[in-house]
Nanobody, 118 residues
Framework: VQLQASGGGLVQAGGSLRLSCEASRPTSDTDMMGWFRQAPGKEREFIARIIWSSGSVYVVDNMKGRFTISRVNAKNTMYLQMNGLKPEDTAVYYC????????????WGQGTQVTVSS
C-alpha cells in the first residue's frame, strides 16, 4: 500500500488545517491507520488512529478536543482535522497503515509539513 499525505502548510496560531492520507488501493486488508508527527530534534510522536472497518477512533489525551481523525472508505482516505493550532504543533505529519495481524505500522506516507506561526 502506498500512502499519499497532503494538506500541510503554513497557518497562524489558532487556525485550522485538514490533512488527508490517500491509500493507493482499497484498504480491505488494512486493519488500522494512524497519524504521527515529528518535530525537528524530537522523536516521532503518535497522534491518533482509526480502525478501518469499524471507524473506531483514538486520539491521545493532550490532543483530544483539537484534533479529530476520520476516514471515508469509498475514497480510501483518512483525515486529520486540526483546530486551534499552536506553534508547538509545528512538525512533519505522517500517516501510516497497519495490516490485519501485523504488530506494527508497515506502510508510511511521505509526510506533510505543518508550520504554525505565532
Amino acid at each position: 500500500v502506498q500512502l499519499q499525505a497532503s494538506g500541510g502548510g503554513l497557518v497562524q496560531a489558532g487556525g485550522s488545517l485538514r490533512l488527508s492520507c490517500e491509500a493507493s488501493r482499497p484498504t480491505s486488508d488494512t486493519d488500522m491507520m494512524g497519524w504521527f508527527r515529528q518535530a525537528p530534534g524530537k522523536e516521532r510522536e503518535f497522534i491518533a488512529r482509526i480502525i478501518w472497518s469499524s471507524g473506531s477512533v483514538y486520539v491521545v489525551d493532550n490532543m483530544k478536543g483539537r484534533f479529530t481523525i476520520s476516514r471515508v472508505n469509498a475514497k480510501n482516505t483518512m483525515y486529520l482535522q486540526m483546530n486551534g493550532l499552536k506553534p508547538e504543533d509545528t512538525a512533519v505529519y505522517y500517516c501510516a497503515a497497519k495490516s490485519a495481524g501485523a504488530t506494527s505500522y508497515a506502510y508510511w506516507g511521505q509526510g506533510t509539513q505543518v508550520t504554525v506561526s505565532s
